[in-house]
């Protein structure tokens, strides 16, 4: 079955009682056409039966509409012992309609069921605060870390307003990451390169048996190419990169698909990421899919408590996917590792990060290319 569209499989909506008047709450009920409760913020724990994680299956189908009563942006949590991209994350709703068998969210978070934050002017009111504060410096910004980006973007109609806000920006570019292929709302905005359209990228087998309710390769491929055909640059994440039998020729089918696509030179970058997991996710993972192998594997403790493959592993993968990615690349798209070391960088890349001034800085220059 394809899933182009992961928002199809919400069943019901239910709405905080201090957000039902809100004008966009309105909106969402009316485009989405489910079944509406009306709820106070007491009732949270009762919305679906049975008890976490088990639940997490039936929870994805409800949507909670609620506001956010905290800040909207953070700094993505990187550990100090890897090298990291200096990214910052807008807290724009939690949880995601599709399920995916390393999903780290499995384990982070503790409600099964999917919430969005309607009180989008106090988010771009924060965003216009924080960003005038520091215009000195270029700010990578995404939503994808507790949701996807684009998986309720049906409804929401979110990412039309970022784009048009961070249009407006010299010093922010907004990362939008998905592993859907929705993109109808982004046609026709003005965009001014300011929003990168980004999509997570694995061997087809790997989408098949591990990625469930997201789109295919083709539908992943084919929004990218729809979004570079309306002038938005580009990115890809190959992570979690996963090792099976037969993983390298998948890997280096997924590259030449990718290039087969897009244009090389709207990719502005590509990041790199073995799989790796917080103990208590294998627990999750393998009681929520019995029928994956994923887990079933020799890994070590890494410096940041996750499990990871060996190092002459990781290095081993990752000198596939490279190899064959830098045969593709433009020379503009910066292709970097998602916390990793200097010893890896150095044994696959043949430099460190602080050779060019720092990951951020690499990632920087590529919004000048
Ligand atoms: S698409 Fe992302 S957020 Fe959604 S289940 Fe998969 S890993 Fe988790």
Not at 338 to 360: A, N, R, T, Y
Request: glycine share 6%; hydrophobic share 35%.
């Amino acid at each position: 079955m394809s899933w182009t569209d992961p928002s199809r499989y919400l069943e019901k909506i239910v709405v905080e009682s201090s957000c039902a008047e809100y004008q966009i709450t309105r909106t969402i009920i009316e485009r989405a056409g489910l079944p509406v409760t009306i709820v106070d913020e007491s009732d949270f724990p009762a919305l679906v039966d049975g008890q976490y994680p088990d639940n997490l299956s039936q929870g994805k189908k409800t949507l909670l509409l609620c506001l956010n009563r905290s800040e909207f942006l953070k700094k993505c949590p990187a550990t100090r012992e890897y090298r990291c991209c200096d990214y910052q994350v807008i807290n724009v709703g939690t949880g995601c309609p599709m399920d995916c068998v390393y999903c780290i969210l499995q384990a982070y978070l503790n409600n099964p069921y999917l919430t969005f934050f309607v009180n989008k002017e106090d988010l771009l009111s924060e965003l216009d605060g924080k960003l005038s504060a520091s215009e000195s410096r270029l700010m990578r910004i995404g939503t994808g870390e507790f949701t996807d980006s684009m998986a309720l973007d049906r409804f929401t109609h979110l990412s039309r307003d970022l784009v048009h806000f961070f249009a407006e920006r010299t010093n922010a570019v907004l990362e939008l990451k998905t592993k859907s292929a929705f993109v109808d709302n982004l046609k026709g905005l003005k965009h001014q390169r300011r929003t990168i359209m980004a999509w997570s990228l694995n061997s087809e087998k790997i989408m098949r048996t591990e990625e469930i309710r997201a789109a295919n390769l083709e539908e992943r491929l084919g929004a990218a190419a729809k979004c570079a055909s309306w002038g938005y640059h580009l990115a890809f994440h190959f992570d979690p990169i996963i090792s099976y039998p037969g993983w390298q020729q998948d890997y280096r089918e997924t590259i030449r698909k990718l290039f087969a696509a897009v244009p090389a030179a709207a990719i502005r970058w590509i990041s790199l990421g073995g799989f790796r997991y917080l103990p208590k996710l294998k627990q999750i993972g393998t009681s929520r899919f019995p029928h994956s192998g994923i887990y079933h594997h020799e890994f070590i403790e890494g410096l940041d408590g996750k499990q990871r493959y060996f190092r002459p592993h990781r290095v081993q993968l990752y000198k596939v996917l490279y190899r064959e990615l830098i045969s593709y690349a433009d020379p503009s798209t910066c292709i970097y590792f998602c916390m990793e070391s200097d010893e890896i960088w150095q044994e696959v890349m043949g430099f460190v990060p602080g050779d060019k001034g720092g990951l951020p800085a690499m990632l920087d220059k590529t919004m000048a290319g």
